[in-house]
C-alpha cells in the first residue's frame, strides 16, 4: 500500500471535458497530438503537496501495480477561478520588457505564470487564473512501482535529473559523481541534492565533479 512520504514511479494522464491534457504515456501523447518532451513515468513522493489534493489523496489509497479512474473537483484540483486575478496591466510595461504580447500568449509576470486574455490598444488583458481553474478533472492513475529502497530511489532521481552522472548510496551518504558537467548542470545538480536529501535513511549528499581534456582522435 502507497504510505506517505514513499516514493513511486506513476503513470498518469489527465482530462478536462474529455481532452487530454498531460499524460505520461507516450501513444496517448502522440494520439493527442501532445509535444512536450519525451512522456515517461514520473518519480513522486505522496502525500507531500508534490500533486494537486485530489491525486495525492487517491494515491495513498492505491497498491503497487493498481490502476484507478478518479474525478478531482476544482477545490481539490487548481481552485475556483478568481476574478481578481484577472488585470489589466499598462502596454509600456511589456515594452520595457521587450515582449509583444499576443492572445493566448503564456508568460511570467511577477513571478506568478499568466495568460494574456486580450490586447486593446495601450491595455493588455492578463489572466492570473491557472488554465484549469474551475474545471473538474479526470485522471487515470497507475502506481508502477513503489521504491522501498534509498538506492532505488536515488537511482531513478539520477536518471530523471542527472542521467550523465554515477550515483551511489552507503552508510547514509549518497556520492554523486559527475565528469565533465554540461551547460545545465548546476541547476539540475540543485534540484537532485534537494530531492535526495528528502529521502529516508539519507544523511549526507556528496557531489564529486571530474574535469578532463577531451580525447581527439586522430583518423588517416
Given at each position: 500500500?502507497?504510505?506517505?512520504?514513499?516514493?513511486?514511479?506513476?503513470?498518469?494522464t489527465?482530462r478536462?471535458?474529455?481532452?487530454?491534457?498531460?499524460?505520461?504515456?507516450?501513444?496517448?501523447a502522440?494520439?493527442?497530438?501532445?509535444?512536450?518532451?519525451?512522456?515517461k513515468?514520473?518519480?513522486?513522493?505522496v502525500?507531500?503537496?508534490?500533486?494537486?489534493?485530489?491525486?495525492?489523496?487517491?494515491?495513498?489509497?492505491?497498491?503497487?501495480?493498481?490502476?484507478?479512474?478518479?474525478?478531482?473537483?476544482?477545490?481539490?484540483?487548481?481552485?475556483?477561478?478568481?476574478?481578481?486575478?484577472?488585470?489589466?496591466?499598462?502596454?509600456?510595461?511589456?515594452?520595457?520588457?521587450?515582449?509583444?504580447?499576443?492572445?493566448g500568449?503564456?508568460?511570467?509576470?511577477?513571478?506568478?505564470?499568466?495568460r494574456?486574455?486580450?490586447?486593446?490598444?495601450?491595455r493588455?488583458?492578463?489572466?492570473?487564473?491557472?488554465?484549469?481553474?474551475?474545471k473538474?478533472?479526470?485522471?487515470?492513475?497507475?502506481?508502477?512501482?513503489?521504491?522501498?529502497?534509498?538506492e532505488?530511489?536515488?537511482?531513478?532521481?539520477?536518471?530523471?535529473?542527472?542521467?550523465?552522472?554515477?550515483?551511489?548510496?552507503?552508510?547514509?551518504?549518497?556520492?554523486?559523481?559527475?565528469?565533465n558537467?554540461?551547460?545545465?548542470?548546476?541547476?539540475?545538480?540543485?534540484?537532485?541534492?534537494?530531492?535526495?536529501?528528502k529521502?529516508?535513511?539519507?544523511?549526507?549528499?556528496?557531489?564529486?565533479?571530474?574535469?578532463?581534456?577531451p580525447?581527439?582522435?586522430?583518423?588517416?
Amino acid at each position: 500500500m502507497v504510505e506517505k512520504g514513499v516514493f513511486i514511479e506513476l503513470d498518469y494522464t489527465g482530462r478536462v471535458n474529455g481532452k487530454v491534457f498531460d499524460t505520461t504515456i507516450k501513444e496517448v501523447a502522440d494520439k493527442a497530438g501532445l509535444k512536450r518532451g519525451e512522456p515517461k513515468p514520473v518519480l513522486i513522493q505522496v502525500g507531500m503537496g508534490e500533486l494537486i489534493k485530489g491525486v495525492d489523496e487517491t494515491l495513498l489509497k492505491m497498491k503497487e501495480g493498481e490502476e484507478k479512474t478518479v474525478k478531482v473537483p476544482p477545490e481539490k484540483g487548481y481552485g475556483e477561478r478568481r476574478p481578481e486575478l484577472v488585470r489589466v496591466v499598462p502596454m509600456k510595461a511589456f515594452k520595457q520588457s521587450n515582449i509583444k504580447p499576443v492572445p493566448g500568449m503564456l508568460l511570467t509576470l511577477d513571478n506568478m505564470p499568466a495568460r494574456i486574455q486580450s490586447v486593446n490598444g495601450g491595455r493588455v488583458r492578463v489572466d492570473f487564473n491557472h488554465e484549469l481553474a474551475g474545471k473538474e478533472l479526470e485522471f487515470n492513475l497507475k502506481v508502477k512501482r513503489i521504491l522501498k529502497k534509498p538506492e532505488e530511489v536515488l537511482k531513478v532521481m539520477g536518471e530523471k535529473f542527472l542521467p550523465e552522472a554515477q550515483v551511489s548510496f552507503k552508510d547514509g551518504i549518497c556520492e554523486l559523481h559527475v565528469e565533465n558537467p554540461k551547460k545545465d548542470y548546476e541547476q539540475k545538480k540543485v534540484l537532485f541534492v534537494n530531492r535526495a536529501m528528502k529521502v529516508k535513511d539519507v544523511k549526507e549528499v556528496k557531489v564529486v565533479e571530474t574535469y578532463k581534456e577531451p580525447t581527439i582522435e586522430i583518423t588517416q
